[in-house]
């Protein structure tokens, strides 16, 4: 299998322009889960889909983030309008099911840079 | 709520010397317990979890950690570390029965090996 697979892996843009992220997971994986990571706050998860239904979208930071996972093999997140302070890793991540013992498998990566 | 501390966020060992990494977590109920490891430029990568089948954990590359209830801690041990051991560690929890997608890390940890 080749993994959690993300694109673009950097992605440079101006503030005020629309951002999206793009993340195909491991197939037959049920769960899959947006993470931005930064510096000053670490790994933080955004949101989560259960068969491609958001469960939890607790940790987004704001309205001008959103995800859809509109079928079982793609996903994206969104951002609109950008902001310097956006500029972060944005991982996605897979796992088999829903279990608390079940290893989630992350992709490489997004480097977001909102100038 | 659970959370986890790893102390010290960077580690410099040289190298064939012993790795110790701490974590000490903060849970109402004994946790399910993850070291996950990052490295440049990559996704992060399980590298072992505590389920409570066993206290003592053996993971990949030779990576073992100890659950000790009575310290609340959960620290990754290797005996020698080697030149390609130089990532960051990220130590995560979550309570039973929550779900995998209740996985909460830390701040990670960078190991540098020294030649």
């Known amino acids: 299998d080749a993994g959690v697979i993300q694109s673009p892996r950097h992605e440079v843009t101006e503030m005020g322009q629309e951002v999206t992220l793009r993340c195909k997971p491991i197939?037959?994986?049920?769960?899959l889960f947006w993470y931005r990571q930064t510096m000053m706050r670490g790994l933080e998860l955004l949101i989560y889909?259960?068969?491609?239904?958001?469960?939890?979208d607790s940790g987004m930071p704001e309205d001008r983030f959103s995800a859809k996972m509109p079928n079982a093999s793609f996903s994206t997140l969104k951002i609109q309008p950008s902001e310097p302070r956006d500029s972060a890793v944005y991982f996605c991540?897979?796992?088999?099911?829903?279990?608390?013992?079940?290893?989630?498998?992350f992709g490489p990566g997004t480097r977001l840079t909102v100038l | 709520a659970q959370s986890v501390t790893q102390l010290g966020s960077h580690v410099s060992v040289s190298e064939g010397a012993l790795v110790l990494l701490r974590c000490n977590y903060s849970?109402?109920?004994?946790?399910?317990l993850f070291w996950y490891v990052q490295y440049p430029n990559q996704g992060l990568q399980l590298l072992l979890k505590?389920?409570?089948?066993?206290?003592l954990v053996k993971g990949i590359n030779g990576f073992e950690a100890e659950f000790k209830k009575s310290e609340t801690s959960f620290h990754l041990t290797k005996p020698s570390a080697h030149m390609s051991d130089a990532a960051e560690y990220f130590c995560?929890?979550?309570?039973?029965?929550?779900?995998?997608?209740?996985?909460?890390f830390g701040k990670g940890t960078k190991l540098s090996v020294i030649p």
């Open positions: 849970s109402s109920v004994p946790p399910y």
């Open positions: 991540a897979s796992s088999l099911a829903g279990a608390d013992t079940d290893t989630q498998y």
């Open positions: 889909f259960n068969n491609n239904v958001p469960i939890d």
């Open positions: 197939s037959g994986h049920d769960y």
């Open positions: 505590y389920t409570s089948a066993a206290t």
């Open positions: 995560a929890v979550t309570p039973p029965g929550a779900g995998s997608y209740q996985l909460t």
